[in-house]
């Protein structure tokens, strides 16, 4: 086994602290700069980043530095590397039958009719990974090189660092069976893929890598499909199989995200792999294990998720703690990838300075592992210093004025079971039919519009004092007046006022409650070239003046058919924001959801008689472990119903899902008692809508059928397919047409074409619905 260092972390981001990795890869899409470029790119990034993290402490030749980057997803670079590509993309294959990188984004965007890979949440964060396909005719091969040739390039560099890659019994347990077979289980084809991670890990070798990091996540998980007990049997045999090769770097299993079950964590430690990385920030210390005598444990003690500066204190004695368990090295790490957090607190000029003192981005969580691998090695007195300011930064924070509000945990303890209840369904049910007098299948988009250049540059002029405030918000009314107008232009029944006014639709709550910070660089990845800022919740959080009432009237104003209110729910928020640390979520939510709550109020003062929030994150935020989920939907389902129960019977409360895989929380979405629920179903080509109709879910329903991830235009046809299925399975009463999700990122010319296919598809179905 080759010597692992004293501090490691887990990954690190990788679009850039200028989102460098966007740019030239949406420019590259655009035809502007060809792959060769864009190759240029890439490879900067990647010698910035083993640049920095050898500054901030971490080994340039001892294999400390992972090797992470991405140009779009992780897990779908293993299944190009793995030969894993669809049957409607293999014509995108290169004469030798390898995958080059033009395929793996054909495969991510989708093409004229071939629809791109299905996208979902990794795990319980805010990213968003492409589902590979998997079934009995897929046919396994090594099919890239790029793994290896970035260790060569690091190589050359100097550097000896760690290939990451998604391990086999994850990136089988994450897929899907393909639709030729869609009855089979992708992880029963684990001995056919394991030989070509056999192949990658010799390629690895041979281009100088010392160690190799696979992760596991999927081990720590209770909500894929598989019991603990196949899981552990699973990388028991994967284990087998890459170790038994001697052409090889050194093994290290990373499983991330939470605690590994007993099964998979006796299986790791009795295996040939010679290390095992365990996150102990969501979990605690193992019991001890006589194969790790042999290992090398890295101990997740610096939250990955996160940007709390953290314990260095506790970390240090769970450090201490996870040295007993007797392996032969303990490791300082981080509990996941730093790819959820932003790169570095010292470009955030605009934070409160007080509040920087509590925080801690990725570079600052780098050096917090450096700290402790120093005292691992030298000494617990070696770092007293950097442990009493961690320590006294905890303390300054527990006692600063905004983090407890009296007022604010007054109304919070005062609530009742009353608070969080509506009139029966089906009595609001005939008063909205009878105020709105909506036709069957009324279309409706999801609320944002396309944010143009123009809109970006004036919001950017007016942050920048070169626009004031009269002559921006009349540039917003403007906006929304071209908005309404063109979709009244096509037909949707429901109008929405486009939200040109938002950045994003939880930063610009944040920037209107108390209890919030935003950033100006905290730049996080969503999924592919998108990227977010999430907000920092660091107070107890209450809402000053109305937000979004001025808009919403205003856009009524302008049209007789109903505008929706458009809000983003108490969970998206948080799942979406980076929350404090030091009370329950459940608290947390509660709060804010009192604040949506008089915000729903002013909004039906206002005139606004449909009103949605969002909550595409509900399923985003369900726990790992079955034992947890529970609590956390009665929780997360009552701040919803919290902030949405003080609405009148008349007033038609809608919420939106995406990437909700529906039916694991059914019962949940149910149970939130929305008039109205649209849910992603285009990408996945309408899957969902048999598991609404099998659990005989009541309320209305839009079930999407416009991808808007993808820059595809559906067809008339593809439109009319969707929704004649779902007319089929569902109440027909009840359903209502939409695309998945808002259209912030998408153009005008794709928008206005896919919503008048929508439009004529809706008619064309009316009609024969009408006449049965």
Same mark, same amino acid.
């Given at each position: 086994?080759?010597?692992?260092?004293?501090?490691?972390?887990?990954?690190?981001?990788?679009?850039? +602290?200028?989102?460098?990795?966007?740019?030239a890869?949406?420019?590259?899409?655009?035809?502007?700069?060809?792959?060769?470029?864009?190759e240029?790119?890439a490879a900067d /990034?990647?010698?910035?980043?083993?640049?920095r993290l050898?500054?901030?402490?971490?080994?340039?030749t001892?294999?400390a530095?992972?090797?992470?980057?991405s140009?779009?997803?992780?897990?779908l670079d293993v299944?190009?590397?793995?030969?894993?590509?669809?049957e409607? @993309?293999?014509?995108l294959?290169?004469?030798?039958g390898?995958?080059?990188l033009?395929?793996?984004? &054909?495969?991510?965007?989708g093409?004229? =009719?071939a629809?791109?890979?299905?996208?979902?949440?990794? @795990?319980? &964060?805010n990213?968003?990974?492409?589902?590979?396909?998997?079934?009995p005719?897929?046919?396994f091969?090594l099919?890239?090189?790029? @793994?290896?040739?970035?260790?060569?390039?690091?190589?050359a560099?100097?550097?000896?660092?760690r290939?990451?890659? $998604?391990?086999?019994v994850t990136f089988?347990?994450?897929?899907?069976?393909?639709d030729?077979?869609p009855?089979? #289980?992708?992880l029963?084809?684990?001995?056919?893929?394991?030989?070509?991670?056999?192949? /990658?890990?010799?390629?690895l070798?041979?281009?100088g890598?010392e160690?190799?990091?696979?992760d596991?996540?999927?081990?720590?998980?209770q909500?894929?499909?598989?019991?603990d007990?196949e899981?552990?049997?699973?990388? &028991?045999?994967a284990?087998?199989?890459?170790?038994?090769s001697?052409?090889?770097?050194?093994?290290?299993?990373a499983?991330?995200?939470?605690?590994?079950?007993?099964?998979?964590?006796?299986?790791?430690?009795?295996?040939?792999?010679?290390g095992i990385a365990? *996150?102990l920030t969501?979990?605690s210390?193992?019991?001890?294990?006589p194969?790790l005598?042999?290992?090398?444990?890295?101990?997740?003690?610096?939250?990955?998720?996160?940007i709390?500066?953290?314990?260095l204190?506790a970390?240090?004695?769970t450090?201490?703690?996870a040295?007993?368990l007797g392996?032969?090295?303990?490791?300082?790490?981080?509990?996941?990838?730093l790819?959820?957090?932003p790169?570095?607190?010292?470009d955030?000029?605009?934070?409160?300075?007080?509040?920087?003192?509590? /925080?801690?981005?990725?570079?600052?969580?780098?050096?917090q592992?450096?700290?402790?691998?120093?005292g691992?090695? =030298?000494g617990?007195?070696?770092?007293?210093?950097?442990? %009493?300011?961690?320590?006294?930064?905890?303390?300054?924070? !527990?006692?600063?004025?905004?983090?407890?509000d009296?007022t604010v #945990?007054?109304r919070?303890?005062a609530?009742?079971a009353? *608070?969080?209840?509506r009139?029966?369904?089906e009595?609001?049910?005939?008063?909205? *039919?009878?105020?709105l007098?909506?036709?069957i299948?009324?279309?409706?988009?999801?609320?944002?519009?396309?944010?143009?250049?123009?809109i970006?540059?004036?919001?950017?002029?007016?942050?920048?004092?070169?626009?004031?405030?009269?002559a921006y918000?009349?540039?917003?009314?403007?906006?929304?007046?071209?908005?309404?107008?063109l979709?009244? %232009?096509?037909?949707?029944?429901?109008?929405?006022?486009?939200?040109?006014?938002?950045? %994003?639709?939880?930063?610009?709550?944040?920037?209107?409650?108390?209890g919030?910070?935003?950033t100006?660089?905290?730049?996080?990845q969503?999924?592919?070239?998108r990227?977010t800022r999430?907000?920092?919740?660091?107070?107890?959080?209450s #809402?000053?003046?109305?937000?979004?009432?001025?808009?919403a009237a205003?856009a009524? !104003?302008?049209?007789?058919?109903p505008?929706?209110?458009?809000?983003t729910?108490?969970?998206?928020?948080l799942?979406?924001?980076?929350?404090?640390?030091?009370?329950p979520l459940?608290?947390?939510a509660d709060?804010?959801?009192?604040?949506?709550? *008089?915000e729903?109020?002013?909004l039906?003062?206002a005139?606004?008689?449909?009103v949605?929030?969002?909550?595409?994150?509900l399923?985003?935020?369900?726990p790992?472990?079955?034992?947890?989920?529970?609590?956390?939907?009665?929780?997360?389902?009552?701040?919803?119903?919290?902030?949405t129960?003080?609405?009148?019977?008349?007033?038609?409360?809608h919420?939106?899902?995406?990437?909700?895989?529906?039916?694991?929380?059914i019962?949940a979405?149910?149970?939130l008692d929305?008039d109205?629920?649209?849910?992603?179903?285009?990408?996945?080509?309408?899957?969902?809508?048999s598991d609404?109709?099998?659990?005989?879910?009541?309320h209305g329903?839009?079930?999407?059928v416009y991808?808007?991830h993808s820059?595809r235009?559906?067809?008339?046809?593809? $439109?009319?397919?969707?929704?004649?299925?779902?007319?089929?399975?569902?109440?027909?009463?009840?359903?209502?047409?939409?695309?998945d999700?808002?259209?912030?990122? #998408?153009?005008?010319?794709?928008?206005?074409a896919?919503?008048?296919?929508?439009?004529?598809a &809706?008619?064309?179905?009316?009609? +024969?619905?009408?006449?049965?």
């Amino acid at each position: 086994m080759t010597q692992f260092p004293a501090g490691t972390i887990l990954g690190y981001p990788r679009i850039g +602290r200028r989102r460098e990795l966007k740019r030239a890869v949406e420019a590259h899409w655009r035809g502007e700069i060809d792959e060769e470029a864009l190759e240029a790119v890439a490879a900067d /990034l990647r010698r910035v980043t083993r640049e920095r993290l050898a500054e901030l402490g971490l080994g340039r030749t001892d294999s400390a530095i992972p090797e992470s980057f991405s140009f779009y997803d992780q897990v779908l670079d293993v299944a190009a590397s793995v030969g894993a590509v669809p049957e409607r @993309f293999a014509h995108l294959r290169d004469d030798d039958g390898s995958v080059p990188l033009a395929a793996s984004f &054909t495969a991510a965007r989708g093409e004229g =009719d071939a629809a791109p890979l299905e996208m979902t949440k990794w @795990f319980d &964060t805010n990213y968003h990974y492409l589902v590979p396909e998997i079934g009995p005719e897929t046919r396994f091969a090594l099919s890239s090189d790029r @793994f290896a040739r970035q260790i060569a390039e690091a190589v050359a560099d100097g550097y000896v660092t760690r290939p990451v890659l $998604v391990g086999p019994v994850t990136f089988l347990a994450l897929s899907k069976p393909t639709d030729a077979a869609p009855d089979t #289980r992708p992880l029963d084809r684990l001995d056919d893929v394991l030989p070509v991670y056999v192949e /990658l890990l010799a390629a690895l070798r041979d281009a100088g890598a010392e160690w190799v990091q696979i992760d596991e996540p999927a081990l720590v998980s209770q909500s894929l499909g598989y019991t603990d007990a196949e899981l552990a049997a699973a990388i &028991t045999r994967a284990a087998e199989v890459l170790t038994a090769s001697a052409d090889r770097p050194s093994i290290l299993v990373a499983a991330g995200y939470g605690a590994l079950s007993d099964a998979a964590w006796q299986a790791l430690a009795e295996s040939e792999v010679e290390g095992i990385a365990i *996150d102990l920030t969501r979990g605690s210390v193992p019991a001890a294990a006589p194969g790790l005598r042999s290992k090398v444990l890295v101990g997740g003690v610096i939250d990955g998720r996160n940007i709390w500066r953290g314990d260095l204190a506790a970390a240090a004695e769970t450090l201490a703690a996870a040295a007993e368990l007797g392996a032969a090295t303990t490791v300082a790490g981080t509990s996941t990838s730093l790819q959820h957090v932003p790169h570095d607190l010292a470009d955030e000029p605009d934070l409160d300075s007080r509040l920087v003192s509590w /925080l801690a981005f990725a570079d600052q969580k780098v050096a917090q592992v450096a700290t402790l691998a120093r005292g691992l090695r =030298d000494g617990r007195e070696s770092i007293s210093a950097e442990v %009493d300011a961690a320590s006294a930064a905890l303390a300054d924070r !527990s006692e600063a004025d905004g983090v407890r509000d009296h007022t604010v #945990r007054t109304r919070v303890a005062a609530l009742t079971a009353a *608070d969080r209840t509506r009139t029966a369904f089906e009595v609001r049910s005939a008063v909205q *039919d009878a105020a709105l007098g909506l036709p069957i299948l009324p279309t409706t988009t999801i609320g944002s519009f396309p944010q143009t250049g123009e809109i970006r540059r004036a919001r950017a002029r007016f942050g920048r004092g070169e626009l004031d405030a009269d002559a921006y918000e009349g540039f917003l009314r403007d906006e929304i007046g071209r908005v309404i107008e063109l979709q009244r %232009d096509i037909g949707l029944d429901v109008l929405v006022h486009g939200e040109a006014e938002r950045n %994003d639709m939880v930063q610009y709550f944040a920037e209107n409650l108390d209890g919030f910070a935003v950033t100006r660089n905290g730049w996080v990845q969503s999924y592919g070239s998108r990227a977010t800022r999430p907000s920092i919740l660091w107070g107890d959080v209450s #809402r000053p003046a109305p937000i979004t009432v001025p808009w919403a009237a205003y856009a009524q !104003s302008l049209s007789s058919a109903p505008v929706k209110g458009m809000l983003t729910g108490p969970v998206t928020i948080l799942a979406w924001s980076f929350v404090r640390d030091d009370q329950p979520l459940s608290d947390t939510a509660d709060q804010v959801a009192l604040a949506l709550r *008089d915000e729903i109020a002013d909004l039906e003062r206002a005139g606004i008689a449909i009103v949605q929030v969002d909550e595409p994150a509900l399923r985003e935020l369900l726990p790992l472990k079955a034992a947890d989920q529970a609590a956390y939907l009665e929780w997360s389902v009552g701040a919803f119903r919290l902030a949405t129960a003080g609405a009148g019977d008349a007033t038609q409360i809608h919420t939106h899902l995406c990437y909700s895989e529906f039916g694991v929380v059914i019962d949940a979405i149910a149970a939130l008692d929305a008039d109205v629920t649209s849910i992603e179903a285009a990408r996945s080509r309408g899957e969902v809508i048999s598991d609404v109709a099998a659990s005989g879910f009541d309320h209305g329903i839009g079930p999407g059928v416009y991808d808007i991830h993808s820059p595809r235009v559906p067809s008339e046809a593809e $439109v009319t397919d969707l929704l004649e299925r779902a007319v089929v399975e569902l109440d027909v009463r009840r359903l209502w047409v939409n695309p998945d999700c808002g259209l912030k990122t #998408r153009g005008y010319d794709e928008t206005v074409a896919s919503l008048r296919n929508i439009v004529a598809a &809706t008619r064309a179905v009316r009609a +024969r619905v009408a006449g049965r």
